[in-house]
């Protein structure tokens, strides 16, 4: 069945570093990948999403790339900041289906 | 209102009870999906409705699981003779059309005695 993996589990970065995180779809039908904050008690938040005819999209400090042909897309965070230390999800949907499906989550720590 | 309201949000019972747990989307939103998060897990897919109709309720963990959704817009979701694997946070999401961004509700935490 379709499947994400989302790596790494855990990453810790100093504050003002950049930080990624991978995922790796298997359905190469998925054309809407979308990526969520969630911080510790909350709900999970949309940071930001790609469809699959755009190769990258950016949004301040915060990117995401899209690589169809390896079927996996990554999220990229520049000049950390605490505030940044939640766990992030990815998640991906396939074209004509309401089924998302996520990965297993990053937990980011900012180091001051 | 002004997002997804999802009640209640905490939820202690004993083992072998039935508990209702209630979303309401935000309002216009046609599509409504409800997520289960074990402790330190990601999101498990659990139901998908559009407007009133589930067209796949494979994601439901057992027969205990329903879930309804009416006049296309509240819904709940429906545990019968709860166990303690149960125990988990259970969230829901909303999005204008299946196509659309998904906005989620704080959820409702789930602890089986």
């Known amino acids: 069945g379709e499947n994400v993996e989302q790596h790494p589990s855990t990453l810790s970065v100093q504050e003002g570093d950049s930080a990624v995180i991978k995922c790796t779809y298997s359905?190469?039908?998925?054309?809407?990948f979308p990526w969520y904050k969630q911080e510790l008690g909350k709900r999970p938040q949309l940071i930001i999403d790609?469809?699959?005819?755009?190769g990258e999209k950016k949004d301040q400090r915060i990117a995401v790339t899209l690589n169809k042909t390896a079927k996996h897309f990554s999220l990229h965070i520049t000049e950390t900041q605490p505030e940044d230390s939640a766990v992030y999800f990815c998640a991906a949907r396939t074209s004509g289906t309401y089924k998302y499906i996520f990965g297993t989550g990053t937990r980011l720590k900012v180091l001051a | 209102g002004a997002g997804v309201s999802q009640s209640p949000s905490n939820k202690v019972t004993e083992k072998g009870k039935d508990v209702e747990l209630r979303c309401d989307p935000i309002?216009?939103?046609?599509?409504l999906y409800w997520y289960r998060q074990s402790l330190g897990q990601g999101l498990e897919f659990l139901i998908y409705?559009?407007?009133?109709?589930?067209?796949?309720k494979s994601g439901l963990p057992s027969d205990r699981f329903s879930a309804e959704r009416t006049g296309g817009s509240v819904s709940t979701l429906t545990i019968q003779r709860t166990q303690q694997e149960d125990s988990a946070v259970y969230l829901c999401?909303?999005?204008?059309?299946?196509?659309?961004?998904?906005?989620f509700g704080d959820g409702t935490r789930l602890s089986i005695l």
């Open positions: 359905d190469s039908a998925s054309n809407y």
């Open positions: 409705f559009q407007g009133n109709s589930a067209p796949d």
């Open positions: 999401a909303s999005s204008l059309v299946s196509d659309q961004p998904q906005h």
């Open positions: 790609i469809r699959s005819n755009v």
């Open positions: 309002s216009g939103h046609t599509a």
